[in-house]
């Protein structure tokens, strides 16, 4: 399952792209300095959540907060869930998915690259929530696998195009209307390593 995504976009260019879907961002933290980089399981990464004014708000948060057991908990099953409160949209232009490689003997899996055709910059649908031991993290929500995911994996996570990013925020919107695999071809790929 996912546990690694790229978001290479600067704040600016974030901002201007949810403002071309009229969701005018609000930076309740401050002006959040996004490097581009590869995100990983516990490091922090941007999310946008509806704020109680009706706007939109940016913030830097962890990906994952513990499980009882202690592991961390990065992605969530949206199967059959509704999800009434806590819903986020999580900035990306891609992630990565790994397949053990033909050779039993090869040591590193292959690494994928996915991004969303014809788009700069998409968002995957999340779940935030304040956790005691980590603060505010948020976490990915997984569906079935569509036709561009089946060759890499048995799950994928729920990626929303730009049309999508306010009905995700809208929880009037059952989950379910969103919370599936984009029509085949909707993804890109390519092999990293």
Same mark, same amino acid.
């Given at each position: ?12 260019? &974030? ?17 959040? @300095? ?16 509806? @704020? ?10 962890? $990906?994952? $907060?513990?499980? #009882? ?5 990065? @992605? ?38 996915? =991004? ?11 779940? $935030?929530? =304040?956790?005691?031991? &980590? ?7 997984? =569906? ?14 729920? &990626? ?7 009905? $995700?925020?809208? #929880? ?22």
């Amino acid at each position: 399952m996912c546990n690694l995504y790229t978001q290479s976009k600067s704040v600016d260019e &974030v901002a201007r792209l949810f403002s071309a879907v009229q969701m005018p961002l609000s930076f309740p933290d401050g002006l959040p @300095n996004l490097q581009a980089k590869d995100i990983a399981i516990t490091d922090p990464g941007p999310i946008v959540r509806a @704020n109680d004014g009706g706007g939109f708000d940016l913030v830097v948060r962890r $990906w994952s $907060w513990p499980a #009882p057991g202690g592991k961390p908990v990065f @992605n969530f099953r949206s199967d059959g869930r509704e999800f009434a409160s806590g819903r986020c949209l999580i900035p990306a232009d891609g992630f990565y998915e790994f397949t053990k490689p033909p050779d039993p003997k090869a040591r590193r899996k292959h690494k994928w690259l996915f =991004t969303l055709k014809d788009s700069p910059m998409f968002a995957i649908a999340g779940l $935030w929530r =304040t956790d005691a031991q &980590v603060g505010e993290a948020f976490t990915m929500l997984t =569906t079935e696998p569509g036709e561009d995911i089946k060759p890499y994996h048995n799950r994928q996570i729920v &990626v929303l195009p730009p049309a999508d990013f306010g009905r $995700w925020l809208d #929880p009037s919107v059952p989950a379910g209307e969103l919370c599936r695999p984009l029509p085949a071809g909707s993804l890109t790929v390519e092999q990293i390593c």
